[in-house]
């Protein structure tokens, strides 16, 4: 849908900000399109998903195309998301990676991209062998993926990239690490649930794990978890007595509800029981303490090992977990019936302990009253009520009553591609990828979801007939490759994505490959190199060629030739020799000379590449040897001129109309030697020529030379005068 913008100002469409009626007010979205002004045109079409694409172009100036050899950018297309809740604040999943942090992403996915698919070929042709249905069937596929999935994963984040300080404080709650992105939690969510087979015993331990990495993106209205920690972090520097503050007690119930056990443990170390400069007796207070904060730091973990950082007691085996889960549950409830509780005198002490020992026993209404996000009771849940689940048991439909529970606004697509996953539905899982994370991370992700999952493998690589034949996988491919070869930064790297569809794939990557400019020789290359790559021989001869007629026509003959010459083009070349054809037939003295010889020069030394090219270069040995013979240069010069002279008279590929011209230029070396320098074998040869040159004439498509008048009779009267003389040498 093109249009024309409107003529105010900086914007692109103008928009008061006051609409008539508040209520149907559009949403504004600023797009940063990073064209200079003037905008001359804009186009607006669909893309995959709630993926808007606005092509910004500016209005072609000559003087910038011919002075600046068409380097200036001519445009940027751009890709809007329009998904719910878009608006003002909608784009906070594309703002979170800047524009150079994504080049950085897409340029450094491609070797694992690539390496994966030569993996993939090889085990396919494997599997063709050994008569398997898909390539899912090999034992190592899933690891291949496993590796290209952590390869990916590395480039999107490092949590733990951020260098530890040198001096750490002692009433830090969270620690400082680099900030998430939607994109690395979204993958690493994939990864967990498709991919990593050794994580299906305890799959529920690493979603924990998920959770505390990246609970401070799963809403920005409603609190989390990390919201109520971080809050009460900035409210602890001026707090006295902790056990005196409810948001103390409620964030120790939050962080121990999603299982976060080392930071409760530490938070329970700032109680002000174990301070040593205490008035009142609170032994008893400060053993209860440290019995939850025990209690805490030993609760059984499903899982091979745990972190330095992390709390519990490792289980490997799920028959180890049972009971070491139920000695440790018997050891909550004993303190939960301890009579020590009458004597705790601190009564916040005595509700906010109780409390945490309800939720290790697996309180409904105290989970559900500590945490804030559906995902942290659903969490909750696992951890405390149904410790003994295995896979995606139930998964789905606990799902939906903690969300009936605790619904919340999904502001980047985690929980609803969480929400896709525990369905078990792939449709979903893309359609999320696509409506939140773009073309980037659909393309890249489809390895994951089909990788242990054969309605998911099937139900990409089907060929469809209303996608033109191709599959939903080459459609997600070829969009993103679309994206790439949008921007000047990153469209080499498209034709690894288009290599990879085989039905038109090849066909785009021609035309992206042609439609490169031509103005740069160091552009030309690279897309030669290309070419080279991709085996696509043709489309680089004909890139040469269409280099070489533009440098012609504007005037850079010598790189204009060279391009022919690659390309082998000899028709243009033998064009070129009909244009010097039309130059050559003047006299040594003619300025032209050097221009067209020159440009001979860079014809090269193979005179039969192109055929009138032999004749030219045969002419120029014959035009620099007369110049010396003129100037007297050296004694030998003029014999060899007329050598040269000889071999071009005799020679077919000479045309006839320069042999007047030929012989004219040596009219003054005949003239000017006391003795012959042609035999009279050599002179009647001449003569011959002259007389056939003098028949020619007479016949209508005779071509005429330019020469005075008087030509043929000097050049006639010179070769009778040498005749006489060599007749006379020779008596």
Known sequence: MPGMPADSGSAIVPFSGEPKHAASAPPVRPIRHGVPPPISRVYISWSSGNLLQVACLRPPSPE?????GGEEVGGRVVEVNLGVGAGNGSTEVEEEVDEAEMRRIEYGSVPAFALLQSRKNALAEAAAMQHMHSVSEHAEWWQYVLEYSKTIGNLLGNQDSLPALMIEDPRAILKVREKPTSLKA????????????????????????????????????????????????????????????????????????????????????????????????????????????????????????????????????????????EKWRGQVSKLECSAFWIQCSHQKTRDGLKNLLHIMMGN???LTAATSHWLELFASHFLYIRPFTVGFEGMHHLAQKCIQLKPSFDANGLTGLLNGILSENPEVVLAECTKKFGPWMVTHCMELLAADNDYADIMLHEERPNFGGISIEELHRLVYAQVLCSHSLTWQIAPTYLSSCLNQGLGLLEILLLKQPIQDNRLVLKTLELCRLYELENVGTNIMKIAGIYHWKHGRKGTGVYWFQQAHDKVRLDRIAQQLFERIGKSVADDNFKQWEGLLELLGSDIGSAGGLEFLHRYRDFKRSLQQALEGRTGEAARQTVEFLIQLMRNPCTPQRFWLPLLHDSVKLLNCKPRPLLNVAETTLLLNKLQELSMAKLRPDFCSNHLPSHALSSVRLALGSNLARAILEEA
């Not at 969510?189 to 959770?211: G, P």
């Not at 609190?223 to 520097?237: D, E, P, R, S």
């Open 64 to 68: 910038e195309g011919a002075g600046r």
């Open 186 to 325: 979204a993958w690493e969510l994939l990864e967990i649930f498709y991919v990593d087979k050794e994580l299906h015993s305890w799959l529920l331990e690493r979603l924990v794990d998920w959770l505390a990495d990246y609970d401070s993106l799963l809403t920005k209205t409603d609190g989390t978890v990390y919201c109520k920690l971080n809050n009460f972090q900035k409210k602890l520097i001026n707090l006295q007595i902790v056990e005196n503050d409810d948001d103390y007690w409620n964030g120790l119930s939050a962080a121990l509800s999603v299982g976060w056990l080392d930071v409760v443990v530490n938070m329970l170390r700032f109680h002000g029981s174990y301070q040593l400069d205490q008035m009142d007796n609170r032994e008893t207070e400060n053993g209860l303490v440290e019995a939850v904060a025990v209690l805490v730091s030993t609760m059984p973990r499903m899982r091979p090992d745990l972190p330095k950082s992390k709390l519990g007691q490792c289980c490997k085996t799920r028959p180890d977990f049972i009971k070491a889960w």
């Open 364 to 366: 409904i209404k105290d």
